[in-house]
T-cell receptor, first 118, second 111 residues
Framework: GAVVSQHPSWVICKSGTSVKIECRSL??????MFWYRQFPKQSLMLMAT?????????EQGVEKDKFLINHASLTLSTLTVTSAHPEDSSFYIC??????????????FGNGTRLTVT | DAKTTQPNSMESNEEEPVHLPCNHS???????IHWYRQLPSQGPEYVIH???SNVNNRMASLAIAEDRKSSTLILHRATLRDAAVYYC????????????FGTGTRLTIIP
């Protein structure tokens, strides 16, 4: 089945530094990728949608200058948390959709990246 | 997006069937009913989806009410590995691919 790989699975960084999270589709071309954030005991919240070769669309309340998304190829999207602060500590999850934009196509999710900002 | 309502939590004994309900009274005619589950510290995993007819796959069955205002995910024989948060999500077929997650149902399996 379709596989989405996310790296790193966990990262600890100091306040003020930037962290890059990679999301790769391993056996299919992902024309659209989604980035979610999940705080403890809460549900997933969509942060942004990225389409290959174009600018990401951010959800209301998500700072585009803080959460930089790059979807430069059909198999790779990156999320960079710039100038991270402790309140950015969360579980970040990506998902990908292939070329077939059928309603029958499920989304494939990565296993998430746990970010801890100290 | 049309909303879904699920119980916050449910418990079931191991090796017994589990019926997870979902209400979606404002569902539109073009909304598909999707189910995903999230195991601890992992990303969500697709389970099943349907439009009007009941659906079966190797993981589960989906029973959809005739008026489509509710549905039930059925795990035929729960195992400890089925302990997860189960999300019922409506998704339209107009190319809007994103999934909007609600609070889901936390399923606990009792050995």
């Amino acid at each position: 089945g379709a596989v989405v790989s996310q790296h790193p699975s966990w990262v600890i960084c100091k306040s003020g530094t930037s962290v890059k999270i990679e999301c790769r589709s391993l056996d299919f071309q992902a024309t659209t990728m989604f980035w979610y954030r999940q705080f403890p005991k809460q549900s997933l919240m969509l942060m942004a949608t990225s389409n290959e070769g174009s600018k990401a669309t951010y959800e209301q309340g998500v700072e585009k200058d803080k959460f930089l998304i790059n979807h430069a190829s059909l198999t790779l999207s990156t999320l960079t948390v710039t100038s991270a602060h402790p309140e950015d500590s969360s579980f970040y999850i990506c998902s990908a959709s292939g070329r077939s934009k059928s309603y029958n196509s499920p989304l494939h999710f990565g296993n998430g990246t746990r970010l801890t900002v100290t | 997006d049309a909303k879904t309502t699920q119980p916050n939590s449910m418990e079931s004994n191991e090796e017994e069937p589990v019926h997870l309900p979902c209400n979606h009274s404002t569902i539109s005619g073009t909304d598909y009913i999707h189910w995903y589950r999230q195991l601890p510290s992992q990303g969500p995993e697709y389970v099943i989806h349907g439009l009007t007819s009941n659906v079966n796959n190797r993981m589960a069955s989906l029973a959809i009410a005739e008026d489509r205002k509710s549905s039930t995910l059925i795990l035929h024989r729960a195992t400890l590995r089925d302990a997860a948060v189960y999300y019922c999500i409506l998704r339209d077929d107009f190319g809007n691919e994103k999934l909007t997650f609600g609070t889901g149902t936390r399923l606990t399996i009792i050995p």
